[in-house]
Structures are given as structure tokens and as C-alpha cells.
């Protein structure tokens, strides 16, 4: 079965910084998507970002990039020249390509910007 | 386009009762999911729908079913709810087999 791991619970960064937040995922299969959704104080998941994993290209929305490394099974988002806005509980989720309507969530990092 | 709408927004039901919860999807999808998240277990799958069939299923008892309707749009039913049973319940909707899920507001169920 799949697995999505994110080891910070929390995370804070300094308004107009960059930071990374961390992702780990478990799965034999070779076909699948990669995604990161931010969940604001209104509970409303937003999109943020996704990956097919057959492109080895990262990328990138904007303020959003990821590093993914397929090999070690990592998907890292990186917001650059935070926000306030930007706070919000960010979700990592993994789709396989046979399982189209099933995301598997991370259990989440909460992210604090400070001004 | 309209967003994915899901209604009630807040529900306070006892124990026992059961609970209709309904999603609307994205003007054109096809494929309805539903999540429930709370606090301990984060956010885990429920089942998927798509043309008006359950294509996909996780890990819930019997008392949690769904359907979904020839205009796309899609219930969520609990049956002789339970304490555990309070949660957010998201719904999401998918264009496509390769496309992006939207998710709607989600419904806040409480049970007393």
C-alpha cells in the first residue's frame, strides 16, 4: 500500500523568506502523481501544485517549486518571498494512475509566516 | 465555472441518526470523491464515483455509502452514527482520468 510521510508538523519562516517543506512517499508503482495542497483557516484545499512522476522536470507555480527525486521517493515544496497569505496547513498527496479518484494525504504542516 | 458546492456547510446530529450529505461537482466532471478528516486520523479516502458507479473504496464500515446521480452530482449517507463520526467531509471532483481533483468547502459534522 501507499504511504505519504511528512516529518514537520509545524513550520514558520519570515515574511518575504523562502522555505522548504518536506516529503516522503512509499509506492512499487511507476506510474503516479504527485500533489501539494494548501488548506487555509476556511478548511477550503486549494491546489498548489502538481507533479506527474514520468517528468523529470520539477515543477513550478509561480512563488511554488518542488524538488522531486524520484529515486528517493521525495517531494519537497518550496515557497519562495513568503506571505502572509501563505499561511495555511499544506498537504502532500499521492495518486496512482489505476487509482484516479483516490488521493493518499500526508498528514499535513502547518506553516506560521511572520511579518 | 462554478466551484464544487457541498451542502449542509454544519450538521449537528446525535448518535444513532444517520446523515445525507451532499456535492455538487465542477460543471462537466465526471468523478466525485469524498474524504473525511479529523484531527487524529488526517484525511483519509472514502470512496470515488464516476458515471453514476463506485469506482473506488477505502477503508470505512458498511454504515458509510454514497451514490451519485445521472446529473453527476453525489450523496454521502452515514448510517447509526457514531461519536467518531464527527469530522469534515470534503468532496472533490475530477475532469478527467489524468486530471486534478477540486475540492468543495466541506461539510462540518458534528455528533453528540
Known amino acids: 500500500a501507499q504511504t505519504v510521510t511528512q516529518s514537520q508538523p509545524e513550520m514558520s519562516v519570515q515574511e518575504a523568506e523562502t522555505v522548504t517543506l518536506s516529503c516522503t512517499y512509499d509506492t512499487s508503482e511507476s506510474d503516479y502523481y504527485l500533489f501539494w495542497y494548501k488548506q487555509p483557516p476556511s478548511r477550503q484545499m486549494i491546489l498548489v501544485i502538481r507533479?506527474?512522476?514520468?517528468?523529470?522536470q520539477n515543477a513550478t507555480e509561480n512563488r511554488f517549486s518542488v524538488n522531486f527525486q524520484k529515486a528517493a521517493k521525495s517531494f519537497s515544496l518550496k515557497i519562495s518571498d513568503s506571505q502572509l497569505g501563505d499561511a495555511a496547513m499544506y498537504f502532500c498527496?499521492?495518486?496512482?494512475?489505476?487509482?484516479?479518484?483516490?488521493?493518499?494525504f500526508g498528514q499535513g504542516t502547518t506553516l506560521q509566516v511572520k511579518p | 465555472k462554478a466551484g464544487v458546492t457541498q451542502t449542509p456547510r454544519y450538521l449537528i446530529k446525535t448518535r444513532g441518526q444517520q446523515v445525507t450529505l451532499s456535492c455538487s461537482p465542477i460543471s462537466g466532471h465526471r468523478s466525485v470523491s469524498w474524504y473525511q478528516q479529523t484531527p487524529g486520523q488526517g484525511l483519509q479516502f472514502l470512496f470515488e464515483?464516476?458515471?453514476?458507479?463506485?469506482?473506488n473504496k477505502g477503508n470505512f464500515p458498511g454504515r458509510f455509502s454514497g451514490r451519485q446521480f445521472s446529473n453527476s452530482r453525489s450523496e454521502m449517507n452515514v448510517s447509526t452514527l457514531e461519536l467518531g463520526d464527527s469530522a469534515l467531509y470534503l468532496c472533490?471532483?475530477?475532469?478527467?482520468?489524468?486530471?486534478?481533483?477540486?475540492f468543495g468547502p466541506g461539510t462540518r459534522l458534528l455528533v453528540l
Open positions: 498527496a499521492y495518486r496512482s494512475a489505476k487509482a484516479t479518484g483516490k488521493l493518499i
Open positions: 507533479q506527474e512522476a514520468y517528468k523529470q
Open positions: 472533490a471532483s475530477t475532469a478527467g482520468e489524468q486530471e486534478t481533483q477540486y
Open positions: 464515483y464516476f458515471s453514476e458507479t463506485q469506482r
